[in-house]
């Protein structure tokens, strides 16, 4: 099931959209997409965690499509505000 959550932001959208490629290829995973949507994925044990991104006016939308059982909407939510604070 779809988790889907809001990162508000202040500035240029490439600024924030950056800084959350530079966070998940840190994590060895891959973000395409342009400055309006997009999409990523990253390792997250033997599965992966899979969303898709939506810029609207200063809002990050945020909907990860895939994940593994053992971790929780929640748990990927927090994990992505703390790096994109």
């Known amino acids: 099931m779809a988790h889907s959550f809001d ?6 959208s490439d600024k924030i959209l950056e800084k959350a490629k530079k ?3 840190a994590g060895n995973g891959t973000m395409s ?3 309006s949507k997009g999409s990523f994925s990253l390792p997250a044990g033997i599965s992966k965690v899979k ?3 939506l810029v609207e006016n200063s809002t990050l939308k945020v909907t990860i499509t895939d ?8 748990m990927i939510e927090n994990i992505l505000k703390k790096h994109l604070a």
């Not at 990162?7 to 240029?12: D, K, L, N, T, V």
């Not at 994940?67 to 929640?74: A, F, L, M, R, T």
């Open 7 to 12: 990162i508000p932001f202040e500035g240029p």
């Open 23 to 25: 966070a998940i290829e």
């Open 33 to 35: 997409g342009d400055p």
């Open 51 to 53: 969303g898709e991104y």
């Open 67 to 74: 994940k593994p059982i053992y971790v929780s909407g929640d």
